[in-house]
């Protein structure tokens, strides 16, 4: 499946994807959201759940080209692979 085809699938499709075969990567949190990070057959996935209503607003996959993607690796700590 691409990102077109999965960004297609309605959000509780792609929430069961992501639940059932995504592998969590890192997470951000803003005001109001904390978007995780997964890698879904080999796509970055985006989850948005808003704290104030405790729901998942959008489910959508981000390219690996994406500007965005280096927000997730401030909390990447790689120091363990050079020992």
């Known amino acids: 499946?691409?990102?077109k085809e999965f960004n297609?699938?309605?959000i509780t499709?792609?929430?069961t994807?992501?639940?059932?075969t995504g592998e969590f990567i890192s997470a951000?949190?803003?005001t109001d959201f904390k978007v995780s990070l997964y890698l879904v057959a080999n796509h970055f996935?985006?989850?948005y759940f808003n704290a104030?209503?405790?729901t998942i607003d959008a489910i959508k996959t981000l390219e690996g080209t994406e500007p965005r993607l280096s927000l997730y690796t401030s909390g990447v700590n790689i120091q363990d692979l050079y020992r």
């Not at 994807?17 to 059932?20: A, D, P, Q």
Request: net charge negative; hydrophobic share 40%.
């Open 13 to 15: 499709h792609r929430f």
């Open 45 to 47: 996935v985006e989850v």
């Open 17 to 20: 994807l992501v639940y059932n």
């Open 52 to 54: 104030k209503s405790d």
């Open 1 to 3: 499946m691409d990102s």
């Open 28 to 30: 951000i949190n803003f």
């Open 8 to 10: 297609k699938l309605d």
